[in-house]
């Protein structure tokens, strides 16, 4: 793996509940990404950042938020838990350019 | 904006056949082209890619993929599979000359079985 970590890997929360994901590289890579994996839809893009407090929306990110204070770390923040958002959570980073992104070992999320 | 269709969303195979995985993709413009594998509970690994120049792109674990720009095409095939190779497989596409957001595929699973 290429020096990617996330935290928690599991994760059981109640609905309503705030909830925060946290990717950690030591790769030094500019680009960083939160995907959610759900049965027949893939990965789907939630936000993604560009650099230390740059950050921008992906295709699903209705209730979600993301921080990023220093280069090594992406935070993604449920701000009030569903049960859609019951899913496994992906991490990415990539270099620019070619845009070859590597992944974290991900967070399995559920919402009861 | 881009888009990628994996037709097959199971391949059931045998040890030591043949398997191609099918991935086609839309867009206007120049593309860069990825395979990735997720091997149960794990996150994705790169298979290969296709950047620019040959159109036939070896990978990781035995694994190859033709770009087809005018099928719009990035097949992915493997002469002879293993028990091993049973995982999700992940067809991505991003636009050049942008440091842009790669789409995903649906997922094809591979089963292999003896």
């Known amino acids: 793996d290429a020096g990617i970590t996330q935290s928690p890997r599991h994760k059981v929360t109640e609905t309503g509940t705030p909830v925060t994901l946290r990717c950690h590289q030591t790769?030094?890579?500019?680009?960083m990404y939160w995907y959610r994996q759900d049965p027949g839809h893939g990965l789907r893009l939630i936000h993604y950042?560009?650099?230390?407090?740059?950050?921008d929306k992906g295709e699903v990110s209705d209730g979600y938020s993301v921080s990023r204070s220093k280069t090594e770390d992406f935070l993604l923040t449920l701000e009030s838990a569903t049960s859609s958002q019951t899913s496994v959570y992906f991490c990415?980073?990539?270099?620019?350019?070619?845009?070859?992104?590597?992944f974290g070992p991900g967070t399995r999320l559920t919402v009861t | 904006a881009q888009s990628v269709t994996q037709l097959d969303s199971q391949v059931p195979v045998f040890e030591e056949a043949p398997v191609e995985l099918r991935c086609n993709y839309s867009?206007?413009?120049?593309?860069?082209l990825f395979w990735y594998v997720q091997y149960p509970n794990q996150g994705l690994q790169l298979l290969l890619k296709?950047?620019?120049?040959?159109?036939l792109v070896k990978g990781i674990n035995g694994f190859e993929a033709e770009f087809n720009k005018s099928q719009t095409s990035f097949h992915l095939r493997k002469p002879s599979v293993h028990i091993s190779d049973t995982a999700e497989y992940f067809c991505?596409?991003?636009?050049?000359?942008?440091?842009?957001?790669?789409?995903f595929g649906t997922g094809t699973r591979l089963q292999v079985t003896l």
């Open positions: 990415a980073i990539g270099t620019s350019g070619i845009n070859e992104q590597y």
């Open positions: 790769e030094n890579h500019r680009y």
């Open positions: 950042s560009y650099g230390v407090k740059d950050t």
């Open positions: 867009s206007s413009v120049s593309v860069y």
């Open positions: 296709y950047l620019s120049g040959s159109t």
């Open positions: 991505a596409v991003t636009l050049t000359g942008t440091a842009s957001k790669l789409t």
